[in-house]
């Protein structure tokens, strides 16, 4: 599956194959079925999707994102990852954890 980039940080609508992540109304939908995204997790899906197949720290992506912050930052974070990957399972696209360095978006064959 090819991924088309349109333009991820402006929030245009980007898809791949019969993917669509719209974040404008925080939605990720394929093949019909829609589901629902908090604007945190639109956030960090943006982050991943514009910098795909790219590898990306998490630092990198808590300093892109808005609503994060203080002492449990990261905590926080982790439980925000934690339910976008619930939410995109039964779709081709899965968030890869790389251990000692970030995450990385999966599409398709990938996953």
């Given at each position: 599956m090819t991924p088309v980039h349109v333009c991820p940080t402006c929030n245009q609508k980007v898809s791949a194959d019969r993917m669509l992540i719209d974040l404008q109304s925080?939605?990720?939908?394929?093949?019909?079925?829609?589901?629902?995204?908090?604007?945190?997790?639109?956030?960090?899906?943006?982050?991943?999707?514009?910098?795909?197949?790219q590898v990306v720290r998490t630092d990198a992506i808590l300093s892109r994102i808005d609503g994060i912050t203080g002492e449990t930052t990261y905590k926080s974070f982790r439980q925000h990852m934690c339910h976008l990957r619930k939410k995109l399972r039964?779709?081709?696209?899965?968030?890869?954890?790389?251990?000692g360095n970030g995450y990385r978006l999966m599409l398709g064959a990938e996953i």
């Open positions: 925080n939605t990720v939908s394929f093949a019909g079925v829609a589901r629902r995204l908090t604007p945190t997790e639109a956030e960090i899906l943006d982050v991943l999707w514009a910098t795909y197949p039964g779709m081709p696209i899965a968030i890869m954890t790389v251990w």
